[in-house]
Every structure is written in C-alpha cells, then in structure tokens.
C-alpha cells in the first residue's frame, strides 16, 4: 500500500477531525497498520488455542491418582512409556491411520470425476452449477444426521441388507468397513471443493497445449492436470485425513467393537476423567496432522483451504 | 521488523505465561499412602428452593415425562420445590465421577463404584440425614454401608438396588439361557449378535463367572483380583469379543442394538428390557443365571460446594418418598430403598418379585464396587487397582 | 478438454453414481421421518407426518435451536472481525513469521476436534472458572470462534489476492481517508467473500458436536448435543429425523446464496482463458 499523503486535502474532509488525524497516522506509519490488524487475532490464535494446546501437552506428563482421580502435578513421562509400550495402543494407531488413508484415497477417487466432469467437460453452465450445489449441499444435514443415517442403511436387517437380500446377499454390517464408508461418504464434500476450485482455476488452453502436441486424454490427465491440480488435492485430503484420525463419533455408530485412537483419547478424558492420560494420548494425533501440515506446505496446499 | 519481532515475543511470551498459571494453581501434590477423608461441611438446614438443579442421573432415574408421557415425576417435583431440573444422564460410573468433577452439577445419583471415589476425591459432601424426612423408613440393610459411608457418617441417600440380569430375545434364543456362559462360550451358537456393558467394570462379571466355574483360581470377590486372577478374567474378556456385535455404554445402544436384531443376548439393566417389550418391536426375557450376578446399590449423593443445595436436599426427600420411590423402582426395574414404596406400588407383588425387603437376597448381589489396591476381600497380597482395570479395559476392546 | 463419446459417458455415469452415493442416505432420512414405526423397521410400512409436528412443537428442539443461532452468530461475528483483520494483514503485509502465522491460523480447523475440545476445556476450567465464568453458552462461543476464524480467513485472503490495491490507491489519491476508503471502497468488493465466509462459518458452527461437547455446561444444549442425546432414544429417535430432514430442506437456501456469492467471480473467467 503507497504511502504517500493525501495530495491536498479537499473541503469535503472537514467534518471527521480526528478520524481523519487517525486516519493520516495509520496512512505513514504501516507498521502501527500492521499492528493494529493483528492484535487481535493474533492474541485470540497464539494466546487462547497455541496456549490451551501447550497447557494439555504439559498435562500429559503429570498423572492421577487412581482411587480420587485427582491430578498429581509431578513431572513424570509415565502416560507416554504406556503408550509406546502396550500393544493396543500401537494397534489402534495404525488402524486409525490405516482408516484416515483409506478415507483419503476413497474421497478422491470420487471427488476427480465429479470435479473433472463438472468443471471441464460439461459446457452447459446450468449443469456445472448444478453438480457444485447439489455436492456442497449436504454440508447442512449434519455430522449425525448422516452418522446416524449410515447406522440405518449399514444394521442388520437394515437398508443394505433389504436391498441385498434379492441376491442372496448381505451388507458389511457394523464394523471397519462400515466405518470407513461412512466417514468417506462425510468427507466427501470437503475434497470436491478444493478440487473443483483447482480445476476451475486451471486455463483450458493448457489442457489444449497438451492435446496440441499430441497427448491423449489420459496422458494429458496424468501428466498436466493432476500435477497442477495437487495442492487442491492435498488441501482436500488434509481434511479427510484429520477429520478421519480424529473422529470418535461415528466409530461408535457404526463401528461396532471397533475403536479408533480418538476413542481412547475420549474414553480417558470423559469417561475416565484422566485428563494426563488422554493428554498424552492426543499428542499423536497433534504430531501426526501438523507433521503432515509443514509437510504440504511447500506445495502451497494451505492457501487452497 | 523489530517492532514485529518484539510482538511475537510478547505474544510467545504470554502463551507461555498461560501455561505456567495452569501449573501453578491449586491443588498442591497428594502423594499421601492411603486416601485421606477431605473434611467437608455439612447442611444444618434446609432452606428456600434456588430455583435450579443440576443432577447426573443414571437413564430412568429422573424421568421428566420425554421418554414417556406417562412417566413423570421431575415435573411435580418442580411445581412442589420451584426447582426446574436439568438432568445430564452418565452412561458409566466412570463417566459420572467425571462430570461430578467439572464442579457443575449440584448432586449425583452414584452406585458404589462411585462412591467412594467421589468421597475420597472431595467431590461430594456428606449428607444430614436429619434434614430428610423420608430416610427414617428407607430399608435398614441400606444404611451405613462401606459404600454409602463413612466411618458412620452417611454421604448419601439411598435410591435403590438391582442385579445385571442376562437379557435375550427368546424368538432367537430359543432355549432358556440359565448361565453366564451363554455370553462367556467361545463355540456359542449367537456367535456376533452377543453385547457387552462397556465398561472396566464388567471385568467383574467375568470374575464372578471365574469364581463360579473355576474355583481353583481362589476368586472370593470379584473386585478383588491379583495378577493371575485378573489376568484370567481378561483373557476371557478376549475371547468374549469374538462373540459381539458390539459393546454398549449407553442404555439406549442395547435397546437399538436388541431392535434391530444386531444383537440377541447379553447383560442388561432391566429398565432396557421394560422399554424394548414397549416398543413392542421385539420380544425379550430377562433372567439372573445361577452363578448370581454383579449389581449395583445407587446412592443419591451431594456436590461439595453445590450450587443449589437446597433444591437437592428437597429432591433427595422426594426421590425417596413413598410414591415416588415407588414410580422409580416400577420404571425401571429395581429393588425400591424405600420400604413404604411396597404399599404403594401398581404391582401387589412387586416388592416380592424384586425382593425389595429381603436383606439376605440384597446381600448376595456382587455389589459394583471401586477395586483398589488394597484387597477388598482383606488379603494380603497386591490387587489391581482401577487404574489397572481401565488400561486392561482398553486392551480387551482391541 | 476433449474426450471422446465413450469416456465422456463413462465419466458421466461416475457423476450420477456419486451424487446417489452422497444423497441415498439422506433419502433414507427423510423416509425415515415419516414412518409410522417407532423403531425405523425397514422398509416403512406405514407413514404419517405425526413426527414433523412433534419435531414443531417439541421444547427441547426449540430451545436447542435457539441455543444453536446465539452460538452461530456470537461466533460468526467474531470470527468476521478476526478473520478479516487477519487476512488483510497476511494478504497486504509482509513480516516476520508471515507464513508462520499462516500455519498456525489453520491448525484449529486441522486438528482434531476432540484435541481442540479437550486443550480449550483445560484453559477454561483451570483460567475462567476461577473467575467465577462457568462453562456455557460463552465458552461455547469462544470455542466455535477459534476455528470459524480460518473459514473467513480463507474466503477473504482469497478474494483480497484477487482485487489487488489499484482502486484503493486511486481512491486515496482523490484524498479519501483511509476509513472512508475501506467502507466505501474495499468493503464493497469484499463484501460477497465476506457473506461467504459468514455463512461457511455459521454452518461450521451450526453442525459441529466435538468440540461443543466440551466447552459447553449443564443448561446449554445445542441442536447438534439435543440429537446426539435423543438420536436413540426411542420415543425421541423419530424426531430426530423430522428435524433432520427439517434442516436439510430449510438451509437449501443460504447455500445456495453462499455458492453464488463466492462462485460469481470465479466461475467467469477462469474456464475461458
């Protein structure tokens, strides 16, 4: 922004004396700018959410008595050896990652074609705005309405198995794979969005070039497209990917025995009232998502949030 | 740029700043041997209503009319004490203790492996059995008992009793289930369509099958186990997840689970198997299996520092007088604390049916009790703490 | 982009089966609120609309969903005045920790929600509370907040990308102050991005269970909490439903508002060039 003064100052500014005195200091000194923006939201970010997650991170090296569930303020690394050291832990680590991957590839597998189509191929703009509305809208029926929707279609004799029993056949029923659906089924909407809007921004005379120097459509679509759509990629997948490693709820819809590492987390927290112990616990989810945030970070995937 | 740099460091600085202010505050450490007693005042009177109530209740313990219109008795209790009640329903002992914690709620309706956790933790003050009426005539085998006292000083009212019975659907599970191994056998029949309570506490049920089926193992209290006692109960416990569909916390996941036909038997409450035969989609029996049953004696019990103790005091004499004891008991299917209910119950026998004034019945139930290190059947040997038993629990659901 | 006949219908087809994945269970939702059985029995046999009136008259719903709007707009309103101060700081300056900041503005919409609940309940059991603020509708408020910053942050930072300074610059060169230049000129070119942002935030807000769950108290009860503690019980599970569908048809509307405002700019030009 220049910072050159006002050239001269036009009868029309009489009225507003010190806001406009406020104003001229704001228009030379950028840096009280800059400041003044930034306060607030600053404090709110660093003070109120980095400063909470830095009080549970430190709560995750004290520890509770177990008979009053009161929490001993002693320095001890205790929470984190049970966690390295009992198996169940190690196990359901991995089958939450296994499932937050699972759910990534799921969501984009689906999400590219209907990007694809709704952004490059089709020409009539009524369609293309149509695909946007109807894949965006379900972001308003909510998180449990569709959990709980899931829950229907996935029980025994529920909707699945109604419509699988002409063929002898019968759904997955509650359990991993049920999980899995129903949190790519979730998600979905937040991976087609960066993907269209990434699509969208990508010039047609690109795709063109391509095909003028003798690409085929898949070679064009391997090569040139999916290369410079990928920050959107990515940016969908950070949020299939978290949300899945964090979830708890749906797991325990339709999960069945099943628990993911954000059951342990709440189970030790809410139920358990072992705030140290959960503490400790979250801290792998907190590592695992902002490892994979500094990760795609050169790739500029957070500006496509 | 400095300007910048020194408002990053400031703003660093104060994250930190609030880090520290949550180390430094209160509690200072308890590294104490045993657990020492808090020393909490007691009400001497009872005075005006406040005008709210905060309770934590277990499902079916403060009806208010929404589960069913006919079942209702927050809403006269308002209207008599000017009191509106907000119920927050805890699924597990283990989820209420926590909420008690949060220093929100104004009282708690704790079975005993709460109890003594929320007394000992300085959650809950004792009560005057003065300033509530209707303690008098509450059955004598419930008073001033290691879970709902202390050194003779009562920390609660009681509310009632009741046993986990063995709950399944009989179009299904045509023969009669009459023994806990209907849910512990590796080669049964309804393997996958079983259910659990899901909570550390049900180790005790497999401990209490264990004393009964393999008295070899010494058990003689199945909240006090050593290593190979405990160790054989999880073991169980692993091969008793191969046989569910899924486990239950919430009484509503049975009632849902046995409704859609995912699950067929398992151990219940009976107010679940009263509200699956209403709805009248699926039929169920319930039935207490040979080898007894574990169960639980719930407590109403007061917040330390609560809010509105006037209001609680007033529902403690309410929840335990005649009639209302007597809904209670009747909803849900349970032993009633108060012995007038008996005269006053829809069903002339419930009081027999449920043995609600036979202490030698009341005495045989295994009781949900807070296991500790110290062994509750008075051994001298290291017995696991619940601490113990919440880790195992999670390693038994894998 | 060319595709031959046969691809082109294939990828069509793969259009169709992806928007009956994402609608199916919906569907099965809205049939749901209208069948007869207590217990959903599948398929219906009997209808009746006896659940959408239970759902119009019930106290709890209503109160939920009031409880729901205060918390919406409470955090959507901050989240505007944060976010946009926030990005325009981003967007037009350059400084120490720029990208730093950038990272950590997206981490309470990145992480975990339950990480989020369970750091925010510590700080506010363990600072407010001994000032005597209880958990409730506030800390409900501030919890929301925090990651409906980053919803604005990012319709804003974008659209700012975009505009460039040129009409400000102009605008001050006619000797406007720096306050009647934002309010006349820049808030104007901003103003779909903002609506957006707002009402991405508000759904945000509306919808989410977790970190609520944590931050709220004994008598506040959002519509999201209302369900999750009446989904299965089962004179309540109807109702859920009725409300379920209720939502879904009543916020076609601002999301269709909300495409349209941040979409217009967009949906020009980048598909001719």
Not at chain 2, 64 to 70: A, E, R
Not at chain 2, 367 to 386: E, I, N
Request: charged letters at 15%.
């Amino acid at each position: 922004m220049s910072t050159s003064t006002a050239a001269t100052p036009s009868p029309a500014s009489a009225g507003g004396g010190s806001g406009r005195a406020l104003s001229r200091f704001f228009a030379l000194h950028a840096r009280s700018r800059l400041a003044a923006l930034l306060t607030a939201p600053l404090a709110w970010v660093l003070v109120l959410y980095i400063g909470s997650l830095a009080m549970m991170v430190v709560a995750a090296f004290w520890s509770v008595d177990s008979f009053t569930g009161s929490v001993i303020r002693n320095f001890s690394l205790a929470n984190f050896q049970t966690l390295f050291t009992e198996t169940v832990y190690r196990e359901v680590a991995l089958r939450s990652l296994g499932i937050a991957v699972s759910v990534t590839l799921i969501d984009a597998a689906l999400a590219l074609p209907i990007a694809l189509y709704a952004s490059k191929i089709t020409t009539s703009p009524r369609i293309r705005y149509a695909i946007v509305i109807l894949t965006t809208m379900p972001l308003w029926a909510g998180y449990l309405v569709k959990a709980y929707a899931w829950r229907i279609m996935l029980d025994t004799n529920g909707v699945l198995d109604w419509a699988l029993a002409p063929l002898g056949l019968h759904g997955p029923g509650l359990g991993l794979i049920a999980t899995t659906l129903a949190l790519s089924y979730l998600w979905l909407p937040y991976m087609i969005l960066p993907v269209y809007a990434a699509l969208d921004r990508l010039p047609n005379s690109v795709i063109d070039a391509s095909a003028d120097l003798g690409a085929g459509p898949g070679r064009t679509f391997r090569s040139v497209v999916v290369p410079i759509i990928l920050p959107g990629i990515i940016a969908g997948s950070i949020f299939t990917f978290s949300l899945s490693l964090g979830d708890y709820i749906m797991v325990k819809i339709v999960g069945g025995t099943t628990q993911m590492f954000a059951n342990i987390v709440y189970d030790n927290i809410g139920v358990a009232g072992n705030l140290p112990f959960a503490a400790a616990a979250a801290t792998f989810p907190i590592i695992v998502v902002v490892g994979y945030l500094a990760a795609v970070r050169r790739t500029g995937a957070l500006e496509n949030l | 740029m400095r300007k910048q740099r020194l408002f990053g460091a400031v703003a660093l600085a104060a994250a930190l700043a609030m880090t520290v202010a949550g180390c430094g505050s209160s509690t200072p450490d308890t590294k104490t041997s045993g657990p020492q007693l808090p020393n909490l005042p007691m009400a001497t009177e009872v005075g005006q209503g406040e005008g709210t109530l905060n309770l934590v209740a277990w499902a079916g313990y403060a009806e208010d009319g929404s589960t069913d219109k006919n079942v209702d008795w927050v809403t006269p209790f308002t209207e008599a004490s000017g009191c509106e009640v907000n119920v927050k329903i805890g699924n597990t002992s283990d989820e209420m203790v926590t909420l008690m914690k949060s220093g929100q709620y104004d009282g708690v309706s704790a079975s005993g492996d709460a109890t003594l956790r929320l007394i000992y933790g300085g959650t809950v003050a004792p009560v005057n059995t003065d300033l509530v009426p209707n303690y008098a005539t509450v059955a004598e085998f419930l008073k001033n008992r290691p879970w709902n006292s202390v050194e003779g000083q009562m920390y609660g009212i009681p509310h009632g009793w009741g046993a986990n019975v063995l709950m399944y659907n009989p179009d299904v599970v045509t023969t009669a289930p009459t023994s806990w191994s209907a849910v512990f056998d590796a080669n049964s029949p309804y393997k996958g369509k079983i259910t659990a309570y899901d909570s550390p506490i049900y180790i005790a049920d497999a401990a209490l099958y264990l004393m009964k089926t393999q008295p070899d193992l010494g058990i003689t209290d199945p909240y006090a186990l050593d290593d190979k006692q405990f160790q054989a109960a999880v073991d169980l416990l692993k091969t008793q997840k191969t046989l569910l569909s899924n486990y239950w916390a919430a009484y509503t996941d049975e009632v849902s689970s046995f409704e859609q036909g995912s699950s067929v038997l398992g151990t219940a409450w009976q107010i679940n198997a009263n509200l699956i035969n209403a709805d009248g989609k699926v039929k169920v029996e319930s039935v207490l299996p040979t080898e007894g049953a574990t169960g639980w004696s719930d407590t109403w019990m007061i917040a330390a520092g609560a809010k509105h103790p006037n209001c609680m005091y007033k529902w403690m004499d309410w929840i335990v007088s005649a009639k209302v004891n007597a809904q209670v008991a009747e909803w849900f299917g349970e032993a009633p604390a108060q012995t007038k209910s008996c005269d006053v119950t829809s069903d002339k026998n419930f009081c027999t049916t449920y043995h609600a004034l036979d202490s030698a019945y009341a005495n045989q139930i295994y009781y949900w009790t807070t296991p500790m290190s110290a062994c509750l059947d008075g051994r001298d040997v290291a017995c696991k703490d619940y601490a113990a038993w919440t880790q195992a629990w999670t390693g038994i659901k894998g | 982009m060319y595709l031959g006949r046969f691809p082109r219908i294939a990828l069509a087809f793969a259009v169709l089966a992806g928007l009956a994945f994402i609608y199916i269970p919906l569907g099965v939702v809205i049939i749901n609120s209208f069948n007869a059985s207590k217990v959903f029995s599948w398929p219906p046999t009997r209808f009746t609309t006896r659940w959408w009136s239970a759902a119009l008259d019930n106290e709890g719903v209503r109160a939920a969903l009031l409880t729901s709007v205060k918390a919406g707009l409470g955090a959507t309103l901050i989240a505007l005045l944060l976010g946009t101060a926030l990005s325009f700081a981003l967007v037009r300056y350059d400084f120490f920790g720029r990208s730093t900041v950038n990272f950590l503005v997206v981490l309470p919409i990145s992480l975990p929600g339950i990480v989020t609940g369970i750091a925010l309940n510590t700080s506010f059991t363990t600072l407010l509370q001994p000032f005597g603020i209880n958990l409730g509708l506030f800390t409900v408020v501030l919890g929301h907040a925090t990651f409906c910053i980053v919803v604005v942050f990012n319709n804003v930072s974008a659209r700012l990308r975009r505009m460039g300074t040129s009409l400000e610059e102009a605008s001050s060169d006619l000797g406007a102050s720096m306050f009647q230049t934002f309010f006349h000129v820049t808030l104007p070119q901003l103003r779909s991005a903002i609506v957006a942002g707002a009402l991405l935030a508000f759904a945000l807000s509306f919808d989410e269970i977790v970190v609520t769950t944590f931050t709220s108290g004994p008598g506040v009860q959002t519509l999201p909490q209302w369900i999750f503690n009446n989904l299965f019980r089962p004179n309540q599970g109807p109702i859920v439903n009725a409300v379920a569908a209720l939502l879904l048809i009543v916020f076609v509307l601002p999301v269709w508002l909300a495409e349209r405002m941040s979409g217009s700019e967009s949906r020009g030009t980048a598909g001719r060039l």
